[in-house]
């Protein structure tokens, strides 16, 4: 029998403020341990807490993103847990009445479909300490530099229903998070993290017992957590047992997940509105000015590289995906002035070598300028698309520019007719049997033709004039 | 209304406080007794009343981001029961 | 008599005016009550911590700054205490718990910022219940305080060590903190003059957190004109803490003289009600005479709900407490056991052992009424019930500018009459957290003595950030009458 996968996903965004959501300890990475740590952070008696206005502005932005609505009075809650990198025994989070409620976003999945996906809630709250369990003589070292760092979590309807949609929602909100920069996304640094919820059920009926899988901070290991859970469960379900709701830690070095008992012990979290933090709100002037200050957001930047470039969907979503590959994009559409040949560059080489380098567009060395050089000795038919990407290899590898790089290695395509017809002519006369048997109507044989041609000409042929010679004198 | 000396324990547990067993009666008692007078509150009506969680009907003044913090580690630290290399060191933490 | 031995019958402006004409010394002013300290504190223990050596060099600096003309407001050169809750950089603060017993604060509150920049010098930090969690100063970790009228007596709680302090005259002002009582009780126990202002008039950062939603730190002297000076430098907005007011302040002392012909004193009917005690009510009812014939009308108000007070604060100042403290864990700061055998030991003994059994209780109680299953029926009902005490004052406003009643039923008790029955010592408070609950500002002020030759205090309720109109009452009655410069004669 069928069982169907549903997901729903947690996601903490680390809002990019200067200083922490309450108190003016610097965000910064990588500080010695507890430098970055104050009074306020340290929750040394007598302290309070006061809201930082940018992680405010950050969450507003990502509400109207998302199409959700602003709260107008928002509430901070305690949750009371004890645990050494929590300082004040508590977190200051948020229970009832969130700052953005309601919205969603769409998915584009592989078969081309849309899906929209509902999001519950995203709520501001701090973020907790690290616990280094190197050996300390046997003890664990407690950093709270990063406690009281603002954190958006983004909560997701159960509407995914496959590893694929989890891992393209958390890609599409990962995006949307830097285009907006409301954080910079960095998941070695923690700074977008994700916690699964996931249950199977057969088509149709109730929602399964769901098991939580936390601190998933990379879209492989979210896709390997998520079905390897869905198997567990699957397992157990078929050999008659019961999934137990309980939270379960992803590792990503066995590429299993193993139940976290020691988190089930007291999770009665006595939620309360907090004392010392009053109703935040959040009138519509103060909506309008935030609204006045967000790029185009990624789906509408979509739509419009679909209606101004004649993009297919795929290449438009691909292309707005990151706003800094957007951005590239369009300078190099705009500079060879034709789009098509752009987005196929920018998809393909560009987005290729990024990927086999492990860069992000924001190093690329080749520049938006320097693309649309190489492009124009495409257009103008000095090289042929084959011999472009190898002079955009040497490019990234710093050898110069397009031309010089063209100059110096004699890559310059071969129009002139008359050159092309006396290596035909060379090939033909050296081929008789292959001529035969294409004249005889082994049509597949014009290839071997290109090839033997191509070659001869070191790969400088224009494609097209030597297709048009090749076929005339074969036919001929 | 009475609390069990069994919902005390849980009470204590989750508060952290390791009530020894030749207090929990006494301690049981003194939370029944304060529940007891507690309890008148459950015969008032308040019916569409708003939870009061502050004494003044104002809004949270916000912060402009801006780090005005230094490090004084060595000073807060100071107050630590056990620190090394800059780090507040517990028991082992089992995850 | 030499110059020394009188100083400490001054008040704040009769000491001020004293270092700044050089009739004496900032360091003789701190000497004498120095002196006064060493003296009468053993029999009191109203000081946890006597900070000799920083007031005396504190004293030296400011003798200088005065006579160089730098320091010229209201608190230079004026010595005072703090309770013992209120952070002093360098300086012990113990919230009177084994848990902070060797917390030396790494920084300054608010208010005690603002008292050392205006040229004050910290004597010490006075007794108090723990945590603030008490009604006579028993739950101390460093001993109970005695009251200085009557030494087996308790002195009131929680700013029970400040109380006696004023009272026995060791310091001429403290700053208390009042959640329930704290500041109005103790205050009606010493025969001394305390005000509660309203929530969020004066800044809680750096005080020790027992309930945030009622804690408000105000001053204690003998008399409402010291009072209102030291509100002139300790009221206003404070940017980190967000529960802070931004009003403006007004001058405390200027409106000192106003005149109080047709004042509207409403009586609660509700506080002279079963309960209280005859020979409290026969002083009180004096002194409303008294307010009569000077010209201010008396009218019944009704507080209906105020019976409800003492269940609600029952349950949303332990709540408050039971998160608040949960910082205590051994950890940064503060009190840790010996050889912990794992992370929940170390949490579980270091709290055990750093708390005493008041705490304890109140963080066991807090916990509960915030516990699944319980939210709704304890706590979001006690957040319901506190509205409607608030609306119960709201109306009495409307007819009355100003609420006038006793601060507690009785005189003060006797050391352990009470101790042991938690209970009983909460309906200590039954007159002052409804006040609390709502947020308004409430002061008592000495009105005399009851047959048992204990003082008895007036508590004074206004209506929201009227403290000017408040000390101008007090200030006017203390002109007609002399209770509050009485002092034990043991301790004159």
């Not at chain 1, 086999?356 to 938006?368: G, K, L, R, W």
């Not at chain 3, 030296?60 to 005065?66: S, Y």
């Not at chain 3, 307010?291 to 009218?299: N, S």
Request: proline share 5%.
């Amino acid at each position: 029998m069928e069982w169907e996968t549903v997901i729903g996903l947690e996601i903490h965004a680390q809002l990019a403020t200067n200083s922490k959501i309450f108190s003016g300890s610097s965000t910064a990475y990588g500080a010695e341990p507890n430098t970055q740590a104050n009074l306020v952070d340290l929750g040394m008696p007598g302290v309070l807490p006061v809201l930082n206005k940018k992680a405010v502005e950050l969450a507003i932005r990502l509400g109207l993103a998302i199409d959700a609505e602003i709260a107008p009075r928002s509430i901070f809650a305690r949750k009371n847990y004890f645990y050494p990198d929590s300082p004040k025994g508590y977190q200051i989070s948020q229970y009832e009445l969130p700052i953005v409620g309601l919205g969603h976003m769409d998915i584009q999945l592989e078969n081309g479909d849309t899906k929209r996906i509902g999001i519950t809630r995203a709520h501001l709250e701090e973020d907790a300490g690290k616990s280094l369990h190197e050996d300390f003589q046997g003890q664990t070292g407690i950093d709270l530099n990063r406690a009281g760092t603002p954190l958006l979590e983004i909560v997701s309807e159960p509407d995914m229903r496959n590893a694929k949609e989890a891992v393209a929602y958390m890609k599409k909100l990962h995006a949307l998070v830097r285009y907006l920069g409301v954080g910079d996304g960095n998941m070695q640094e923690g700074s977008f993290r994700c916690d699964a919820n996931v249950s199977v059920r057969r088509p149709g009926a109730e929602f399964g017992t769901r098991a939580e899988i936390k601190n998933l901070n990379s879209f492989k290991f979210i896709e390997r957590a998520i079905n390897h859970e869905v198997e567990r469960q699957i397992d157990i379900i078929e050999s008659g047992g019961k999934v137990v709701q309980e939270t379960r830690l992803y590792d990503p070095d066995k590429d299993e997940t193993r139940s976290m008992r020691s988190k089930e012990d007291a999770n009665d979290y006595r939620y309360f509105p907090d004392p010392d933090l009053l109703p935040v709100e959040i009138t519509p002037a103060d909506i309008e000015a935030v609204r006045a200050t967000m790029p185009e957001l990624p789906d509408a930047k979509k739509q419009r590289f679909m209606a101004e470039y004649a993009l297919t969907a795929y290449d438009a979503s691909l292309l707005t995906l990151s706003r800094e590959v957007a951005d590239y994009f369009e300078a190099v559409a705009q500079g060879c002035g034709d789009a098509k040949l752009a987005a196929n560059w920018v998809n393909g080489e560009v987005s290729k070598t990024l990927a086999d380098n492990e860069m992000e567009i924001a190093a690329v060395p080749v520049s938006s300028a320097a693309l649309i050089e190489l492009l124009k000795r495409i257009q103008d038919n000095t090289v042929s698309n084959k011999i472009a990407r190898d002079v955009f290899a040497a490019m990234w590898n710093g050898e110069g520019s397009a031309d010089a790089i063209i100059d110096k290695k004699g890559l310059k395509q071969i129009t002139d007719t008359s050159a092309i017809e006396a290596v035909i002519d060379e090939i033909i006369a050296n081929n008789p049997g292959q001529v035969a048997e294409y004249r005889s109507g082994k049509d597949k044989l014009f290839g071997f033709f290109v090839g033997q041609a191509m070659r001869a000409s070191k790969g400088k042929a224009n494609p097209n004039t030597l297709n048009d010679i090749l076929k005339q004198k074969l036919e001929g | 209304m009475a609390i069990s000396e069994a919902e005390v324990k849980k009470v204590a547990r989750l508060a952290r406080l390791a009530v020894p067993d030749d207090r929990l009666e006494a301690y049981t008692q003194n939370l029944s007794n304060i529940l007891n007078l507690v309890d008148q509150l459950s015969a008032v009506d308040t019916t569409g009343v708003e939870p009061m969680a502050h004494p003044l009907d104002m809004m949270q003044r916000l912060r402009e981001d801006v780090v005005t913090e230094t490090s004084h580690r060595e000073k807060y630290q100071s107050v630590a029961p056990e620190v090394e290399d800059g780090l507040y060191l517990v028991p082992k933490v089992l995850e | 008599m030499s110059q020394a031995d009188s100083i400490h019958t001054l008040s704040l402006k009769g000491i001020h005016d004293g270092v700044h004409t050089g009739k004496f010394s900032v360091m003789e002013a701190t000497d004498a009550y120095l002196d006064r300290i060493e003296r009468f504190n053993p029999e009191l223990n109203a000081y946890i911590t006597v900070t000799r050596e920083s007031a005396q060099a504190q004293a030296v600096d400011i003798d200088n700054r005065i006579r160089k003309g730098e320091l010229t407001g209201a608190m230079a050169g004026v010595p005072y205490s703090l309770k013992d809750l209120f952070c002093s950089e360098g300086v012990r603060t113990t919230c009177a718990s084994n848990m902070l017993s060797n917390f030396i604060s790494p920084y300054d509150a608010h208010v005690a910022a603002k008292l050392k920049a205006a040229g004050g010098v910290l004597l010490g930090k006075n007794n108090m219940d723990e945590f603030a969690m008490g009604s006579s100063n028993e739950t101390s970790a460093f001993g109970n305080v005695c009251n200085p009228w009557d030494t087996t007596k308790v002195p009131g709680g929680s700013s029970g060590g400040g109380a006696a302090t004023i009272a026995a005259r060791l310091a001429p002002m403290t700053l208390g903190t009042d959640t329930g009582g704290s500041i109005r009780q103790p205050a009606s126990f010493c025969n001394i003059t305390g005000i509660k202002p309203t929530y969020g008039r004066i800044s809680r950062y750096g005080m020790i957190a027992f309930a945030s939603s009622l804690d408000q730190c105000g001053p204690m002297a003998p008399s409402a004109e010291d009072c209102a000076i030291t509100m002139n430098i300790i009221a206003g907005l404070d940017s980190r803490d967000s529960t802070s007011v931004d009003l403006p302040v007004p001058d405390y002392t200027a409106n000192l003289n106003g005149s109080l012909e047709g004042l509207r004193i409403g009586l609660p009917k509700e506080f002279f009600a079963e309960g209280l005690d005859a020979q409290v009510g026969a002083v009180i009812d004096r002194a409303i005479k008294e307010f009569q014939a000077k010209g201010a009308i008396i009218k019944e108000v009704t507080l209906p709900n105020s019976h409800l007070a003492v269940p609600v604060y029952y349950v949303v100042a332990p709540a408050e407490c039971s998160s608040n403290l949960s910082r205590f864990d051994g950890v940064r700061f503060g009190h840790r056991c010996e050889n912990p055998k794992d992370l929940m030991d170390l949490y579980e003994r270091s709290r055990w052992e750093g708390f005493g059994d008041e705490v304890k209780r109140r963080i066991m109680i807090g916990t509960y009424a915030l516990s699944a299953g319980y939210y709704d029926a304890y706590y979001l009902k006690a957040q319901q019930v506190r509205r409607l005490i608030k609306q119960d004052f709201e109306a009495a406003f409307k007819d009355v500018d100003v609420i006038m009643g006793p601060s507690c039923p009785t005189t003060a008790f006797g050391i352990g009459a009470k101790k042991d029955d938690p209970i009983a010592m909460y309906l200590e408070d039954l007159y002052t957290i409804p006040v609390s609950l709502a947020g308004l500002p409430g002061m008592t002020f000495p009105i005399g003595f009851a047959a048992d030759g204990l003082p008895v205090g007036m508590q004074l309720v206004g209506n929201y950030f009227e403290e000017a109109r408040m000390l101008n009452i007090a200030h006017q009655y203390q002109q007609w009458t002399d209770w509050h410069t009485q002092v034990p004669a043991q301790f004159a």
